[in-house]
């Protein structure tokens, strides 16, 4: 869900009498009422489990997702509702190899970034591809940046934009568990630091947020907590560990 005035954007997978899944996404007024009927954006695939949407500066909603839809395996949709009637684009090539989980984010001037992992070079890694709003609903594989070349799966990628910065947010499991880590982008995607590692502990750290906050980012994410010795799988707990950043 996603707020834009005094209106909310929603978005959610939702099965017909068939079984087939579906992206649908709606506006609501902030009281609960909505405004026009919800939208069938695209078809989903057995396993398009994460939905992440954002409203770009011109007041359109977009939804970014993977799904295994005419595709061989999960590639990367857009889809853009606009005054009642969606646009779906795949931003990934058809190329056999998994691209997941994106996320996008819009700033000032019309730009915006998405990322995403992708399994194409053999390995799961982070790209980023920032770009004009028009540029984003087009493939994107050419003009993304490749961030991470670890031996280990980067997975969980999150970003947001401040001003003419972008922060991103990943998990990466070279280690052996996975740790949270952060790196700051200009508006082209070019990078401005290298990685920061934000986490170092003998557990997994997951599932990162990024939020804007005054001259930086507010990061938060799930920090397993050690079981006791002897304790059963369902003990196993998580806190939220909260930071900021620049």
């Given amino acids: 869900m996603r707020s834009s005035g005094d209106a909310l954007f929603c978005a959610w997978i939702e099965a017909d009498a068939d079984g087939h899944e579906s992206v649908w996404g709606g506006w609501w007024d902030s009281d609960g009422q909505p405004r026009g009927a919800p939208v069938e954006l695209g078809a ?10 954002a409203i770009a500066s011109t007041g359109e909603a977009w939804v970014v997702f993977d799904a295994r839809a005419d595709t061989r395996v999960e590639e990367v949709f857009a889809a853009v509702l606009v005054d009642g009637h969606a646009t779906l684009v795949r931003l990934t090539a058809d190329d056999g190899v998994r691209s997941k989980y994106p996320d996008l984010a819009f700033g000032q001037g019309g730009r915006g970034a998405i990322t995403w992992f992708d399994e194409r070079d053999g390995n799961r890694e982070v790209y980023l591809a920032a770009a004009s709003v028009g540029e984003l609903l087009q493939p994107i594989e050419a003009r993304a940046h490749r961030v991470t070349t670890t031996p280990g799966s980067s997975i969980g990628a999150y970003l947001a934009i401040n001003g003419e910065r972008i922060g991103l947010a990943w998990c990466d499991d070279s280690s ?3 740790e949270v880590f952060f790196q700051p982008f200009d508006s082209a995607g070019n990078s401005l630091a290298p990685p920061r590692q934000m986490s170092a502990t003998s557990t997994n750290s997951m599932i990162p947020a990024i939020k804007p906050w005054r001259d930086g980012f507010a990061l938060a994410w799930d920090e397993v907590v050690p079981r006791e010795p002897g304790a059963s799988d369902d003990a196993t707990r998580a806190e939220v560990v909260f930071t900021t950043v620049r």
């Fill in 44 to 53: 989903a695939g057995d396993t398009t489990w994460n939905l992440n949407a």
């Fill in 176 to 178: 052996g568990n996975y």
